[in-house]
Each structure stands twice: as C-alpha cells, then as structure tokens.
C-alpha cells in the first residue's frame, strides 16, 4: 500500500517499526499540522506551533518506539501550546485584527462552507475551540478530552455544548 | 452516536483541516531543532552526579537519590573547598560532575568551579530557560567569566528567588544541569496527615499513601504504585511516564499536601477508557464547575492560599473554571491525574 494512501493508524503504526526521528516527523506531520491549523486558524502559527510541538515531544519522549503514544503525546503538546499562544489576550486580539485584514482575500469558489467554518471556529474561545476540536475532529471521549486539556469532565461536557451551539448559530446565520 | 448536525460539524472540521498544506522546508528546520534536543538531553543524562558539599553548608545537595556520590579524595581536590564556598562543580574531561545544584533561594551564594581539562576554556552560567541553542542573553540570570584549566575560580551568586532553573557552561552548552533555588537548611512544614470525611475506603487509602509518600521528600516507589504511567494525566508534554519528571524536578509535587488538605468535589459516575465506571473525586473543591461563576470569599481565600492573586482568580473566572493545581483519584482509588498548571 502506497504510504499516501495509508489510513492515519496505520501510518502511525508504520512509522513505529522503524522508530527513527525522520519517520515519526513524516508519519505525523500532516495530522499535527492539520490539528494545529484547526486549534489557531493561522498556517504559519500552526507551522511554528506544530514544529515547537515536535522538538518538545522528540526532546522528551525517549522511547520514539512507541508510536502511539508518541501522537498521544505530540498531540498534547500541540493542544497545550495552543492555549499558551492563545492565553495571551494581547496577542489574541492582534491576531484575531490580523485575520480580520486576511478575509479580504479571495476565496476559491468550493470553499464557501470551510471559510465559514473556519471563521465560525475563531468565534470560539481557545479552550472551547480546543474542547470541539478534540471531540469531533480527533473523536475523543470525553474523559480523554478532559484530561487532555485538564479539566474536569463536566466542564468539557459544558465547553463542548456551548461551542457546539455557538457553531450551529455561526454557520445557520452564515447560511441564511 | 453522533447527531446529524455533530456529524456536519465533524466533516467541516476535517475540511477546514485539509486546508493545511505540508511544508517540506519544515521538515528539516524542525528535524534539525529537534537533534540538537536529544543531543542536549542524552549530554544531560549522562552527566554523574557528584557534589562536594562545602563546610557545615548543609544546603547544598545533589538532588539524584539514585546516582551514585562518590566521596572527594582530598588529594584530588587541587583546592579544597573553603567556609565560603557553598558549591564546588568539578570539570573534567568535558563533563561536569553534577547535572542537579541545590542552593538556597533568597541567599547570595559561591559557586567554585574547579576546570580540570588543560588548556580547555570552561564556565558556568544560569539561566531561566534551557537554551535553544547559543546562549539566550534574555534570560540569563547569572553569568560567571571564562577560565582556561586547570584552574579554580569562585562566581559570586545573588539572591534568586525559589523556583527551578538551568546552569551550562557557555563554551560547552552541552554542559549543563538544572538549579534549584530553594528552602533549603529549614524543614519544610507539612500539613498533618488526616483523613477527610466521606471518601470510600480506596480513594481514602490512596489519598493517605500519597501524602505519606510526599511528606519528608518523595517516596517515588510509592507513589508509582498508584498510577497507572499508561493513562495518568499530568503537565501535558513532559513525557510517557510522570516517574522519571517528577524525579528530575520533584518541587512539581510540592503543592500535593496542601491541595489534598482542601475540600474535594466529586463527579457523578463516568466511564473511563479501561472500562471502570464510578465516581472521580477531585481537589481542589474550585474544580467543581461554575465554582468560580462567582468567587466567594472562601473560594478567593483558598485560591489566595494557593499562591493565585486577584488579577489569575479573575483570569480563571473569565476561562471558566479552576486552573491551578489539582488531583483526581477515582472511586477504586486509581491515581488518574495531577496537573500543576496551566502548562
């Protein structure tokens, strides 16, 4: 099977036989830039994150053998430097100026629904982003979730709920 | 099962997803920061651990239960280590003979550093921040002249606060360990062990055990014995297994008395990954959601007692819950998690 058309799993599985750094970065680079994109909105914040994420994970994590829990954990640090980032309310709102400037660009016809999407997701706050993320993006339960972004699960339960009728009003308002 | 308008939402996730293209030049920059890391970490590593405590300072130690401590031979020590000296760090062969200084926080104290490597330029400087890799002028507290070995020199050390930081030597940054400034010489005053009303036998056990284990510097077997390293939640990105961090830097275990002394709030019965279904018990009480809708005046005061001053309580209002230290067990008396902050 052509490595292109390997399932997520299963690439994490491949790039765990051979244990070596350049094939854990290749073998998860695309999930985490995606997952990156998706919690900041931004491609070059998500490069910058993503990349700060792996010398964080391959700095620490000693055993790169276990790829499972090597994306367990890429994917932690990818969540956490992400509320970092965006727990700097200064920070936030210039970004969120700057995004702001960026929608004058144009947009490939077919991608109508994904900008809305995507602006509808800026509407969110971090941990909220993070929580909805999480949950229908990565398909987390909400223990895991929990302990990902380490609250409680009744918060997640909440954060979840309030993003998700956040999201509903965005894109029906979009849609109208 | 997801709705139907979850599901809608999962598939523009993933759209919205797909609009992130791969970098190749990416590839190498985070490859390349990422060998100079373990590079770094393996020189960390492989450091021994051997502190000359100097005089009566009984302060200083070498933090590493497990590395071996090997006695000085007087007639090895070029210059013995005088009343003034409160550490001496040994250099030789490229390699300092302690990758862990403990000093005193709050006390201007002397580093001698004794360069054994002939003709081999040597120094010792501390830092907020590990490096990425030269130097980082911004966050350097203390950095101590060149000397050419062999040769002794003692660096005049002020005050640092408490709190962990990092020493290198400027030429060699692989060379390096971690400082700790702390109250050192002074017992630390731990709260008695007493059991809290309306625990279940296991999570009571558990909760005693841990206490036990933290009170008169941790007991790492211990603690290991209650957690499961596989699905423990601690700070997110510090490895696979809580164990060897906590041994690296035991001060993040610190807070565990004092947040175990608190009330504690219970969840109603979930599920967790293993198939175990009860109840969680966490500390502290703020973890309880909407506890921080409104702070009350106990709330701000065992926030206050935390460390978290009006400016984080209002922070963590506005997040939307309690973001400070914190531990579950749950109902069978697992040990699932404890966070220290919000990193």
């Given at each position: 099977m052509a490595e292109g058309t390997l399932t997520r799993t299963a690439r994490r599985e491949h790039a765990g036989s051979g244990g070596r750094m350049e094939e854990l970065y290749r073998a998860h680079?695309?999930?985490?830039?995606?997952?990156?994109?998706?919690?900041?909105g931004d491609r070059s914040l998500a490069e910058d994150l993503a990349q700060d994420a792996f010398v964080k994970v391959f700095g620490r994590f000693h055993d790169l053998r276990s790829p499972d829990a090597f994306w367990w954990y890429l994917r932690r640090t990818i969540v956490n430097l992400s509320r970092s980032h965006f727990r700097h309310r200064a920070v936030e709102r210039s970004w969120l100026s700057k995004q702001?400037?960026?929608?004058?660009?144009?947009?490939?016809?077919?991608?109508?629904?994904?900008?809305?999407?995507?602006?509808?997701l800026l509407t969110?706050?971090?941990?909220?982003?993070?929580?909805?993320?999480?949950?229908?993006?990565?398909?987390?339960?909400?223990?895991?979730?929990?302990?990902?972004?380490?609250?409680?699960?009744?918060?997640?339960?909440?954060?979840?709920?309030?993003?998700?009728?956040?999201?509903?009003?965005e894109l029906s308002r979009d849609d109208a | 099962m997801m709705r139907e308008d979850e599901e809608r939402i999962a598939q523009l996730l993933r759209d919205v997803?797909?609009?992130m293209p791969a970098d190749p030049e990416l590839e190498r920059r985070t490859l390349r920061r990422s060998h100079r890391r373990r590079v770094l970490n393996a020189g960390v590593g492989a450091a021994l651990v051997t502190l000359l405590v100097a005089g009566t300072f009984v302060g200083v130690r070498a933090l590493s239960p497990s590395a071996p401590t090997?006695?000085?031979?007087?007639?090895?020590?070029?210059?013995?280590?005088?009343?003034?000296?409160?550490?001496?760090?040994?250099?030789?062969?490229?390699?300092?003979?302690t990758d862990r200084i403990e000093i005193p926080a709050?006390?201007?104290?002397?580093?001698?550093?004794d360069n054994r490597d002939v003709s081999v330029h040597h120094s010792f400087a501390i830092y907020e921040e590990p490096y990425e890799g030269f130097p980082d002028n911004e966050s350097v507290l203390f950095r101590g002249e060149i000397v050419t070995g062999p040769a002794v020199i003692d660096y005049h050390v002020p005050p640092l606060d408490p709190g962990t930081y990092y020493f290198q030597c400027d030429v060699h940054p692989s060379l390096n360990g971690v400082l700790v400034a702390g109250p050192l010489g002074t017992p630390t005053e731990t709260p008695p062990v007493e059991p809290q009303p309306g625990l279940p036998d296991e999570v009571a056990a558990t909760r005693m055990t841990m206490l036990d284990a933290v009170a008169d510097g941790p007991d790492f077997g211990a603690l290991e014995g209650l957690l499961d390293p596989m699905t423990f939640a601690y700070n997110f990105d510090d490895g696979s297994d809580p164990l060897p961090v906590w041994r690296d830097d035991p001060s993040v275990l610190e807070p565990i008395p004092q947040i175990l002394d608190m009330p504690f709030y219970v969840t109603r019965e979930i599920e967790a990954p293993d198939g175990f279904v009860g109840k969680f018990y966490q500390w502290p009480h703020l973890m309880e959601p909407g506890s921080l809708d409104r702070v009350t005046d106990q709330e701000r005061a065992d926030l206050a007692a935390l460390g978290f001053d009006d400016a984080e309580i209002e922070a963590m209002r506005e997040f939307g819950g309690y973001t400070g230290p914190r531990l579950v067990i749950r109902?069978?008396?697992l040990w699932t998690a404890y966070v220290t902050g919000g990193d």
């Open positions: 680079a695309g999930d985490a830039l995606r997952l990156a994109y998706l919690m900041t702001s400037a960026d929608e004058a660009a144009p947009l490939a016809p077919d991608v109508g629904e994904r900008d809305r999407m995507r602006r509808a969110l706050r971090p941990e909220q982003r993070a929580a909805i993320v999480l949950r229908y993006y990565e398909d987390m339960s909400e223990v895991d979730t929990a302990e990902a972004l380490g609250v409680a699960v009744g918060t997640i339960k909440s954060m979840v709920s309030r993003g998700m009728d956040r999201l509903r009003e | 997803a797909a609009d090997v006695a000085a031979d007087p007639s090895e020590t070029p210059l013995a280590p005088s009343s003034d000296v409160d550490v001496v760090l040994v250099v030789q062969d490229l390699a300092f003979d709050g006390q201007a104290v002397t580093i001698r550093l109902a069978d008396g």
